[in-house]
């Protein structure tokens, strides 16, 4: 096992180098490198022009020699309106070097990558580009350019975005060495990649970075099986629940849970895919099918196999050997 290079603290450290840099913008966004003459890492606060707003935060912003703005953004969990807190971020970076009565002209190109460790559609792409077009396909402008890359599906070719993939679902020594390409910036990617895996206090703060996500998975449950237990024994309850966590490694994470047990059957089916959720990406098959379910003691069967589960993929194992 060796340290992810989805772990946000090596992610920003592997954009610090310039080459995995330059080829990695190059790789995604079809650039070639000879009009990539210089990088400059920006500030990753975003400016607030009034007290009230909110805050931006972005993983990685970048500038390049055309004035290009470009903001590399891992996402490991999924969140509610995902695509709505993209935007506003990107608009924030869109706008904010426009200061009053300045020029639209001045407005620079911004683009967004976003990595996602879990599946946003059911489409098989993995690599798709939003632009502003309209419904026959003209582009209105390329100032806006947003792409996603997800993580989790399926790859179906040799290339160099197909790599760079490759590389970020890394988890051991051998899914390294079974990366094949010339790439000098993937090649560069790897190298410093090893290279943070022999720093000593950076395992400490991995392995305490999964500690923490194996307490708060252990404490999820605890308050959902607690919920269980007092909500759905007659007829139709409405629950609450909320925590936050905070403390990372580096900076505070906060997290809010809101669940609702309505009903006998349709309160079993939301908590196990809620449960399904903490361990990973949640398949649209399998999803469907347990909220399609109306065999109560089938859906408590699952909503405890569900619990007991360290993968999505070992409920999905276990379940289909269970008693029809």
């Not at 310039?18 to 990539?36: E, M, N, W």
């Not at 308050?223 to 936050?244: C, N, P």
């Not at 089938?298 to 289909?320: D, H, I, N």
Request: proline residues 2%; hydrophobic residues 35%.
């Amino acid at each position: 096992m060796i340290i992810s290079a989805r772990y946000d603290y090596v992610f920003k450290e592997l954009f610090r180098n310039p080459t995995v840099l330059r080829y990695f913008i190059s790789d995604i966004l079809g650039i070639p490198q000879h009009k990539i003459r210089t990088v400059r890492l920006r500030n990753t606060f975003l400016r607030k022009r009034f007290l009230w707003q909110k805050l931006g935060i972005l993983d990685v912003a970048i500038e390049l020699n055309d004035n290009t703005v470009i903001n590399i953004e891992l996402q490991v969990k999924i969140y509610d309106s995902w695509d709505k807190r993209q935007l506003f971020y990107l608009s924030k970076l869109f706008t904010e070097d426009l200061m009053a009565g300045q020029d639209y002209s001045r407005l620079k190109k911004c683009v967004g990558i976003s990595i996602l460790n879990f599946n946003l559609s059911s489409r098989k792409r993995y690599h798709s580009i939003y632009r502003l077009k309209d419904q026959d396909g003209n582009e209105l402008s390329d100032i806006i350019e947003l792409h996603v890359i997800e993580l989790k599906k399926k790859l179906t070719g040799q290339g160099e975005v197909d790599n760079w993939i490759r590389f970020f679902n890394a988890n051991t020594e051998e899914d390294l060495n079974m990366i094949k390409t010339n790439n000098p910036g993937i090649a560069e990617a790897i190298n410093e990649l090893r290279r943070l895996n022999l720093s000593n206090p950076l395992r400490l703060m991995y392995e305490a970075h999964l500690k923490k996500i194996r307490d708060e998975r252990a404490w999820k449950i605890h308050v959902w099986k607690s919920a269980m237990s007092k909500g759905t024994a007659k007829g139709k309850t409405e629950g609450r629940i909320e925590g936050r966590v905070e403390g990372r490694v580096e900076g505070k994470i906060e997290g809010k849970i809101e669940g609702k047990i309505e009903g006998r059957v349709e309160g079993k089916a939301d908590d196990i895919l809620d449960l399904l959720g903490l361990c990973g990406n949640v398949p649209e098959a399998l999803r469907v099918q347990i909220s399609s379910e109306k065999d109560e003691a089938k859906l408590r069967q699952w909503l405890r196999l569900a619990a007991r589960s360290q993968s999505v993929e070992e409920f999905q194992e276990k379940s289909s050997s269970l008693k029809q």
